[in-house]
């Protein structure tokens, strides 16, 4: 899996988005100052939410972006996803291939694993994360 910033940040971005969630628009400019994630690096990251309809764009005075899907209907593979990230731990490209077209010993593991953080991923929306930091900041 080559989970790298994109992926986190993109995570980071959409939880900041749905837990400020006001019915009006949030500024890129904002998540950033609130999340210290470059501006730059937030509006390429949009740009894939906004064409894998997670979120739309709202144009001129006071707008910005909201979520396009309740945060509850909203998995973190999804996000993942639409970044462009690969939740896939193998280092082939398939089935078969890892050396000389025959699948390497430890391809079936990595399979497994993958799966599995795919399963835990797609099992947590954005509201189910939220809900989860506001009750832990309860217990502290």
Request: proline share 1%; charged share 20%; hydrophobic share 35%.
């Amino acid at each position: 899996m080559q989970l790298t910033t994109k992926g986190r940040y993109a995570v980071t971005a959409m939880l900041d988005l749905a837990s400020n969630d006001t019915g009006r628009p949030i500024t890129l400019d904002i998540i950033s100052q609130r999340q210290n994630i470059s501006l730059s690096y937030l509006e390429q990251l949009f740009a894939k939410l906004r064409r894998a309809e997670l979120v739309k764009s709202v144009r001129g005075p006071g707008g910005g972006y909201l979520l396009n899907i309740e945060a509850k209907n909203i998995n973190l593979t999804q996000i993942i996803e639409a970044v462009d990230e690969n939740i896939d731990l193998r280092r082939c490209a398939g089935t078969t291939g890892c050396h000389d077209g025959k699948q390497c010993i430890s391809h079936r593991l990595w399979c497994e694993v993958s799966s599995q953080i795919r399963g835990f991923l797609s099992s947590k929306t954005l509201q189910m994360v939220i809900d989860d930091q506001q009750q832990n900041i309860g217990i502290l």
